[in-house]
């Protein structure tokens, strides 16, 4: 289940507001700057009693704190809908309520640690908000508001539905204080400063030209086929080592681009009851290889499985094994 999303249409609004704010950047480096920008950070400077340019370091500041953990918050969802699509499909294709079982563990104890992640990041982002708030444009603002509602309506419905015992399984118990505390403060915030004058970059910013370098944080494809090789030839190793376990290859469906990977392992013993511990210990390592890859990388598409099986396909493109333990 993922109790924390963003849009589509919020996330296109996340990445107009970067190329806004190198636009803003633009403005106050010139000699004129835009007229309205000038008059708002004028009239905020003297109303803090401070310079003009510490007020506009202050505001390009938040605006950057704040921008940069929706994009945290944005890796986190996907991480969260991918675990819970990864867990869905197990459970589904699970012989056994063993199994079932097996990957639930699993995945609560995925769950758990992404939860501590999340907590750093709404704290983060109530940080931002309790210091810096009118020096944010409407649109950061604003997300930030619907974010708090989006919240408190989850929250809700867990509470008055069905979920409130996977909710309290799941994620640990300063998790909800958590919450809790940052929709009253994005709340009181806003009712505190009802009226007063927001720098709406979207408006200021209208018709300017299209801006190419986007802060988007994206490794390059080569760097990403690098580190990641170098991560699946660990795994491989580290797969070949566990007990019962004959052989290991890594398999791609195409070795230009090594995102989504099948483990393959060749048991002793197809038919053995120890395959299903084995088969969670090496789901383990993958996820963890595969969490690990995507924060290297700051690339969320690693997409790696496990699969067991009683022999290898001879078939396959010679370029499509990526890493093996026999070669």
């Not at 699993?106 to 009118?134: E, F, G, H, P």
């Amino acid at each position: 289940m993922s109790f924390v999303t963003l849009s589509p249409d919020q996330e296109n609004e996340l990445q107009e507001i970067q190329l806004a704010r190198q636009s803003l950047e633009r403005f106050l480096a010139s000699p004129s700057g835009k007229a309205g920008i000038a008059e708002f950070y004028t009239e905020l400077a003297q109303s803090e009693g401070s310079s003009l340019d510490v007020i506009q370091s202050k505001a390009i500041a938040a605006i950057d704190e704040l921008t940069r953990e929706f994009w945290i918050l944005d890796r986190i969802s996907k991480r969260i809908d991918k675990v819970k699509r990864w867990s869905e499909s197990k459970i589904e294709q699970a012989e056994s309520r063993s199994e079932q079982n097996i990957i639930l563990d699993r995945v609560t104890s995925v769950y758990q640690k992404i939860c501590y992640k999340l907590i750093k990041n709404i704290q983060s982002i109530a940080r931002i908000v309790d210091a810096n708030w009118n020096y944010l444009p409407v649109e950061l603002q604003v997300m930030t508001e619907s974010l708090a509602r989006r919240l408190y309506l989850n929250e809700q419905s867990i509470l008055r539905g069905n979920l409130q015992d996977d909710y309290y399984r799941i994620f640990v118990p300063s998790f909800p204080e958590t919450i809790q505390s940052f929709i009253s403060l994005v709340f009181y915030t806003v009712e505190q400063n009802k009226g007063k004058r927001k720098l709406e970059l979207f408006k200021l910013f209208e018709g300017d030209e299209t801006i190419d370098n986007k802060l988007q944080g994206e490794t390059k494809f080569n760097s990403d086929r690098e580190v990641g090789l170098t991560e699946i030839k660990e795994v491989v190793q580290k797969l070949i080592k566990l007990p019962n376990i004959e052989q290991v290859r890594a398999i791609a469906n195409s070795s230009n681009d090594l995102h989504e990977i099948i483990f393959e392992l060749l048991p002793t013993d197809i038919d053995s009851p120890e395959n299903g511990e084995l088969l969670q210990k090496s789901i383990s390592l993958v996820i963890d290889a595969e969490w690990k890859l995507s924060d290297i990388t700051n690339n969320e598409s690693w997409l790696f499985g496990v699969q067991m099986v009683g022999e290898f396909e001879h078939n396959l493109k010679d370029n499509s094994v990526v890493a093996s333990s026999y070669v």
